[in-house]
Structure formats: structure tokens, C-alpha cells
């Protein structure tokens, strides 16, 4: 075998991301016609058509973009951080951008694009301080890393609960649905600006690919083969707290996407971010709809927030890759 | 081929390197000696500039590398440093390959011409048949090869070597030698290489730069630089020394 036939990512791009493609589009089409009511997609009456294009296909296509932002946002910052346990959520990014959400919401409830910008902001902030507590002068550890992202969250999440309790209590209840990850509020505009983060967002990470194929080796080795660490640095930071910042504005907290997603890709595909970052995205879009038609039709016609699915499935892989490492 | 001029380095308040001069020229290897300590690895990184010099200047082929980018320095220096490590499933020849950063484009697959230089690194350093294992699955000895397949992958005319013999059994550190000396003499190129065996000092290289405490002590053709006197005055230790009755070069005994 040479190097020319084994390495042949062109090929591997082409074939996984062909299935991820249809995987996704089963995925929505299924989503579509699964809920509460179910609706024959090839008979529609008038009811099943308002309930399928005013509630829930925004709230597929929504799921969809959230989760394509997080499982990329969490593939790049795992690439960077060298640490497969980086996962937006556990480093408090997803806080952050909870908290500026919050913000924008006590301080400017009726203007749209505040929750946007303010999430950037927090999502920003809180991955800004994690990085600066987790660096030390001998470099950066997956202890230190996970740690203070544990304080980080911890810290947020006590100015999140004293801002809830400024809230009423019929918006309290749909807040700790939301913090918790929900999609039931989604809106069009919501979708539109998540949609174009996500597309953005994923294709700056993938413009850094090559770069973070080293820099997850080392970043003295990074710099040594021509890597200009800084600014591959300073592109992912800024493009995960994008991403988690948009996310999590439109849908709160949906937790651990940002590990597994890569993680279930890297099995499939090895570790080169060329793959990993887009087929992340792909996925994440997926999982996130498959989780959700999930929360949705459990114990219908209640509802589970997504959050608790994916955190019922990622706990146990955080063990797990925690315990192999 | 690399030169240095007056460099002083240091990391933070501390000085290590004081007003440091020499040339590599082409086709030349040169081994940096000296006591754990003396500012080896630290001369070392300053010559790619992977450490800013805080006065001075080294120049690739004429060029300062404080005008040339990180691309262009990497595309003439390549560097076999002490082994990292990755947790992620990174495999030899993925890693051999990601030493083409510096040619091509930032994003984007591998040219042919990426491939082919993979391919040589890979066949030189006896790894083609490892390809397809893990890098965190290998032996130091195994990892440190990777390494140096990955410097050569770069096609770099300077190859700057970190101890790259620690980990390697006597038959690959020959192997080790032998590419590096082809590297520097074959294509033009040269090499920079921390060793604390004075004996593989003697063997390859065609001249040694004995640091003491951040300075020269001392500078020349291996039967110039190792004597007594130096290595006592170096490394505190008696040494006897005669010549390797195989090559003829000298031969350094500790006399502990």
C-alpha cells in the first residue's frame, strides 16, 4: 500500500460525507412527521401543514444548526486545547453565552439581536478566562483544563440562578427549560441567524484544519512547521464562541454535543481535522434533530428539554474517555 | 548556509545565551555540546526562531529570520525536537504528512508532491510499513524515527536535531547519522544537532560548538574541541582520550 491509496482523504470526504448528507436528511424528514400528532408528509391536510411548517420544521431546521455549531465548535476547541475532553459545555463557553443571554434578555427583552451579540460576548468572556486559568508555565494539562472549566461554570451558573430570580414565575419555568437546552421557543429569525453562524463558523474552523492538525500535537511543533500559532489560536477561539454564542442564544445549553459528535466521527474517520471539523458539523446537525424528535415524543404530548437527552448520552462517554485517558 | 551573529536569549528575567557568533556552512554538521544546562536546547530554538533573540541575528542563507514568516522558515529549517505526545488517534503517516504544512496552501488536500515527499521520509527512517499505526502506540525509539521522517518530509536544507539519538538503539542511531548526513551533504543542506555522546560528536560531525554556561568555550573540527582540558573544564570529568582504532577519529573514555 502506498501513501497514495491510504491516505486518500478526497475519497473518504466524498463517501462520509455522502452519508452524513442522507443520514441527515432522514433524520429531518422523520423528525417532520414524528410528534405528538403525526403527520403523513405525502397527505397533508390543513391542520398537519401549519403544524409541520409553522412549528415544527423551524424547530428541526433550528436543531439542526444548533447542533452543527456545538459538535464543530467542540471538535475545534478539542484540536486546539489538545484535550479530547474539551467539550463547550464543560469549559462554561456554553454559560457564558447563557449568562449574556440572560443580559440581552433583563436588560433588552424586546430587541431581537441583543441575545445574539450579548451570547457572542459571554461565550467569548467565559472562554477567554478558562484558556488564561488553565495555562500555566509548563503548559496545559487536561486537569487544569477541566477544572476550570468546572469553576467557570460553577461561577456563572450562581450569577445566572440570583439574575432567575429576578423573573416571574411563568418565565421562570420556560428559563430553566431553556438553560437546560430547549428548541420549543424556536423562530424563524432565530434559525436564520443560527444557520448562517453555523455555515460561517464551521468554514473558518475548517480554513484552520492543517494548522490544528499540529497544533493537537504540540504547539511548539505547531510553530516549529510553520504554524502561526497565534492566529490559528485567536480564528478558533473566536469562531467556538460564534458558534456556542449563536447556539446557545437560540436554544440554551444543549450539553455535550461538543464531545460526542467528534468523538463517534473520529472513530469513523481518524483524527484529521480536514474531516473531523466538517463531518462534526454534519453530524451534530443529526444528532441534534434525532435527540430532540426524542424530547418531543417521549412522554408526549409533554416534553423533555433536548439537554437532558444529550446529557444522558455524553455523561457516560466523558466517563468513559475520562477512564481511557 | 545558517548564520549567527551576537545573539543573547533568554526566557523572562533570566539570561541564558550571551553574545553568541558561528556559521554552519553547507554541507557541514555540527554537534552542540555541553553540560545540562548550558543553553543547548535554548541556542536551539533561536535558530528557527521559535525563541526571539534579544539581540543579534541569525540569517538563513543571507535572509534574517526576524523578515522571513513562519512559512518561510519552516520551509528551510525543519526541527527534530524532543517527543511530544498526543492523545488524540494520530497516525505515522498522517503525522509525517502534517510536516508539509509550510509548502501549498493553508487548507486543502496534499499535493503529489507532498505524498511522494511522505513516501521518502517514510522509506528512509524504516517506518513504511508502521504507516497505519498510532503514534501514541509507538516506542521512544519508533517516535523519535517518525520525527526525524517528518523533518525530511519538509524538504529543509537546515535540519536542527534535539538529541535525536536518546531514545535509539546502536543500528538506528547509525541510521539516524547516516540520513542526516546525507541530508546535509546530498542536497546542500546542513545540520545543527544536540548530543550529550561525545563519541557520536566525534564520528559525524564536522565541527563542535562546546557551550559553557550560555558561551562558546570552545570551537573547531572534533580533534580540536575534544581534549582534555575542554571537557574538564566543560563537564568536570577526567576523560581519556586515544582514537577509535575503526575510523581513526577520537575516542572519549570517561575514567569515572
Redesign the interface.
Known amino acids: ?4 491509496e ?2 486518500n ?2 475519497a473518504k470526504a466524498f463517501r462520509y460525507g455522502a452519508a452524513l448528507l442522507i443520514l441527515l436528511g432522514i433524520a429531518i424528514l422523520a423528525a417532520a412527521s414524528l410528534g405528538a400528532e403525526n403527520i403523513s408528509l405525502f397527505h397533508l391536510n390543513d391542520a398537519g401543514s401549519t403544524i409541520l411548517f409553522e412549528i415544527r420544521l423551524p424547530r428541526i431546521l433550528l436543531g439542526a444548526c444548533v447542533g452543527a455549531s456545538l459538535a464543530a465548535a467542540g471538535a475545534g476547541l ?2 486546539l486545547l ?3 475532553l474539551a467539550e463547550p459545555y464543560l469549559l462554561g463557553v456554553s454559560n457564558g453565552a447563557a449568562l449574556g443571554t440572560m443580559v440581552a434578555i433583563v436588560l433588552f427583552g424586546s430587541f431581537d439581536y441583543a441575545r445574539p451579540v450579548l451570547a457572542f460576548a459571554g461565550a467569548a468572556l467565559s472562554t477567554f478566562a478558562v484558556y488564561q486559568m488553565a495555562r500555566s508555565k509548563v503548559g496545559m494539562n ?1 486537569e487544569r483544563l477541566i477544572l476550570s472549566g468546572v469553576i467557570v461554570t460553577t461561577l456563572l451558573s450562581s450569577v445566572i440562578i440570583l439574575l432567575t430570580s429576578l423573573l416571574d414565575a411563568t418565565r421562570l419555568r420556560s428559563f430553566t427549560f431553556w438553560l437546560l437546552g430547549d428548541l420549543s421557543q424556536a423562530t424563524r429569525s432565530g434559525f436564520y441567524i443560527c444557520l448562517a453562524s453555523a455555515v460561517i463558523g464551521t468554514l473558518i474552523l ?6 490544528l ?2 497544533m ?3 504547539e ?9 500559532v497565534e492566529r490559528t489560536r485567536l480564528a478558533v477561539f473566536a469562531a467556538s464562541a460564534g458558534l456556542v454564542g449563536i447556539a446557545v442564544s437560540a436554544s440554551g445549553s444543549v450539553g455535550f454535543v461538543g464531545l460526542i459528535v467528534p468523538h463517534l466521527i ?1 472513530l469513523a474517520v ?3 481535522n ?1 474531516l473531523v471539523l466538517p463531518f462534526s458539523a454534519l453530524f451534530g446537525a443529526s444528532f441534534v434533530v434525532i435527540a430532540d424528535t426524542a424530547a418531543r415524543t417521549m412522554i408526549a404530548p409533554r416534553e423533555l428539554p433536548v439537554g437532558a437527552i444529550t446529557a444522558l448520552i455524553g455523561c457516560p462517554l466523558f466517563i468513559w474517555l475520562l477512564r481511557r ?1 | 548556509m545558517l548564520k549567527v551573529q551576537n545573539i543573547s536569549a533568554g526566557y523572562g528575567s533570566r539570561d541564558i545565551l550571551r553574545d553568541i557568533s558561528f556559521e554552519v556552512p553547507e554541507g557541514r554538521i555540527t554537534a552542540l555540546l555541553g553540560a545540562n544546562g548550558a543553553g543547548k536546547t535554548t541556542l536551539l530554538r533561536t535558530l528557527n526562531r521559535t525563541l526571539e533573540t534579544r539581540s543579534g541575528e541569525v540569517f538563513l542563507a543571507d535572509m534574517p529570520l526576524s523578515e522571513m514568516s513562519r512559512r518561510d522558515i519552516a520551509r528551510g529549517i525543519a526541527v527534530v525536537a524532543q517527543e511530544n505526545e498526543t492523545s488524540f488517534p494520530v497516525t505515522v503517516q498522517e503525522f509525517v504528512l502534517s510536516g508539509r504544512f509550510a509548502h501549498g496552501s493553508t487548507f486543502g488536500w496534499e499535493t503529489v508532491a507532498d505524498l511522494s515527499a511522505a513516501e521518502t521520509g517514510l522509506v528512509v527512517c524504516e517506518l513504511a510499513d508502521m504507516r497505519d499505526r498510532l503514534m501514541n502506540e509507538l516506542s521512544g525509539g519508533e517516535r523519535q524515527r517518525v520525527l526525524l521522517a517528518r523533518a525530511l518530509a519538509t524538504e529543509a536544507r537546515v535540519l536542527l536535531l534535539d538529541e535525536p539519538t536518546a531514545n535509539l538503539d546502536l543500528s538506528h542511531q547509525a541510521m539516524m547519522f547516516r540520513l542526516v548526513n546525507e541530508r546535509s551533504k546530498g542536497c546542500g543542506g546542513s545540520a545543527v544537532v544536540i548530543t550529550h555522546d561525545l563519541n557520536l560528536a566525534s564520528e559525524f560531525a564536522d565541527e563542535i560548538l562546546l557551550l559553557k554556561k550560555g558561551e562558546i568555550a570552545a570551537q573547531g573540527p572534533p580533534g580540536k574541541v575534544l581534549t582534555a582540558d575542554l571537557i574538564r573544564s566543560v563537564f568536570g570529568v577526567d576523560v581519556l582520550l586515544d582514537s577509535n582504532p575503526g575510523t581513526g577519529n577520537v575516542r572519549v573514555t570517561n575514567l569515572w
Not at chain 1, 475548517?206 to 494548522?211: D, G, I, P, V
Not at chain 1, 511548539?220 to 502561526?228: L, P
Open positions: 500500500m502506498t501513501v497514495r491510504s491516505i482523504g478526497r478539542q484540536a489538545r484535550n479530547p487536561s475548517s480554513t484552520q484544519a492543517k494548522a492538525n499540529l493537537m500535537v504540540g511548539r511543533d505547531a510553530f516549529d512547521f510553520g504554524v502561526e473520529r481518524g483524527s484529521d480536514r485517558n
